[in-house]
């Protein structure tokens, strides 16, 4: 009789398993991009990407929405990558308790599992009411940065982690400062780590709704604002309200499956250029 290798028919059921996972997942976004891709592909159109909003939305375009989802993206970019990376750099350099460094990994993981309307009432009381800014980009900006706090400082946290021990003690032994280390030798080799957490930020920002219904989203405004003490509209926000509350749900449905299609392509724009520019800045340091 054939012996059975078990060790095989389990290696070989584990994979079947992980490769079956795998294609289902991918199955299921394909799917829903197709659903999306059909139900809103009649509405893209140059008109619809730089034109205002027309007839209680019901026409024009989106231009509004777009770039209003680009200011809260700066500003919130503004705000979280100097504190995010400056925090992962305190804790991987320089944090020497191992006890307080503890506690603030714990704050940042219990900051990274708060909901993100939790944020949005958060702002709302803080940054509007309390601070007087308002409905405005700037509310706006501080509730989106304090929201992607947790995944820049993890990534970055983690990129400096990676960089050999060797580099650090190679500058120093040649007289090199510690941050004069951090800032020549650890810094450029862990570029590539923190351009993720930086993009995947970013593209958190852009599609997120919550924050921004309390905080600085409008649903419709004539003009495009001029000061950051001024509401904007934005694309998740903008997706939400027409395909709720809205007077013409129905007759815009086409609209409403476009904007997600502009925010979708959006997001995608941001990983794409994250990984780009993460190769050629690991491709120059193996150089």
Known sequence: MIKVNRSNITEKTAF?????GAFIVIGVLLFILGYIVMK????ISWEFLTEMPRKEMTEGGIFPAIAGTFYLMLGSSLISIPVGVITAIYLSEYAKNPRIVKIIRLGINNLAGVPSVVFGLFGLSLFVIFLGFGTSILAGSLTLGLLNLPVIIRSTEEALIVVPETYREASISLGATKWQTIYKIVLPNALPGILTGVMLSLGRA????????FTAAAFYTPDLPVSVFNEVMALPYHIYVMAT?????QATRHLQYGTAIVLIGLVLMLNL???????????RLRL
Do not use: Q, W
């Open 16 to 20: 079947f398993m992980i490769k079956s």
């Open 206 to 213: 852009a599609g997120e709704t919550a924050p921004i219904m």
């Open 40 to 43: 809103g592909a009649s509405a």
């Open 245 to 249: 509350a809205g007077t013409h749900i």
């Open 273 to 283: 250029t994250g990984l780009i520019l993460r190769y050629r800045f690991r491709r």
